[in-house]
């Protein structure tokens, strides 16, 4: 059976133990951020969607978006002040789909990538963020750790696995 190709962007595995992190987005965002979407530091202080090969810089993952009066959102229009909550990326795994066209296998264990940006759906909020499978070996965003425990999910492409970031801006010698 093939995977089927449903991108959500990055899911936790298991709880979030430290409490989410707030970060302010200013208006000069020029895209929408999704849950599930990674987040970087800017050097303004801000924090704004990570573009591919944001690498090192990655801070990380949103779970919850407000404007800036608290209201919940879906997702934080492009253009748009608000708020993010995020779980940091540091010394975690998540699960990420792998793209369309590269038949994913066990021999990518333990190889890095990057990642695939894409606007969130603006329905649900939920991100489409997905691991650049033409890249595995080459790109240094994630590392595959392995395949994730899914019902239906096996080795090829849309392949669900389970990622750490190589480094974040946590624990980063490098400057914003």
Excluded at 56 to 72: L, Q, S
Excluded at 117 to 140: A, F, K, M, R
Aim: hydrophobic share 40%.
């Amino acid at each position: 059976m093939a995977n089927t190709d449903t991108p959500f962007g990055f899911q936790l595995i298991g709880e979030e133990k430290e409490g989410l992190q707030k970060g302010n987005v200013d208006a000069s965002n020029s895209v929408r951020i999704g849950i599930g979407d990674p987040v970087i530091g800017e050097a303004d202080g801000y924090m704004g969607r990570a573009a591919a090969g944001s690498g090192v810089v990655i801070g990380g993952i949103v779970k919850a978006i407000t404007d800036t009066d608290g209201k919940p959102l879906n997702y934080l229009p492009a253009s748009t002040a608000g708020i993010v909550y995020y779980t940091r990326v540091k010394s975690k795994q998540f699960i990420v789909q792998c793209d369309t066209g590269t038949a994913v296998a066990i021999d990518s264990v333990f190889n890095t990538a990057d990642l695939v940006v894409g606007n969130c759906d603006v329905n649900t909020g939920q991100s489409i963020y997905e691991l650049d499978s033409d890249n595995i070996g080459t790109g240094q965003t994630v590392r595959i750790i392995g395949l994730a425990d899914i019902v239906g999910n096996a080795w090829g492409e849309h392949a669900k696995v389970i990622v750490e970031f190589v480094e974040s801006m946590w624990d980063s010698a490098a400057t914003l």
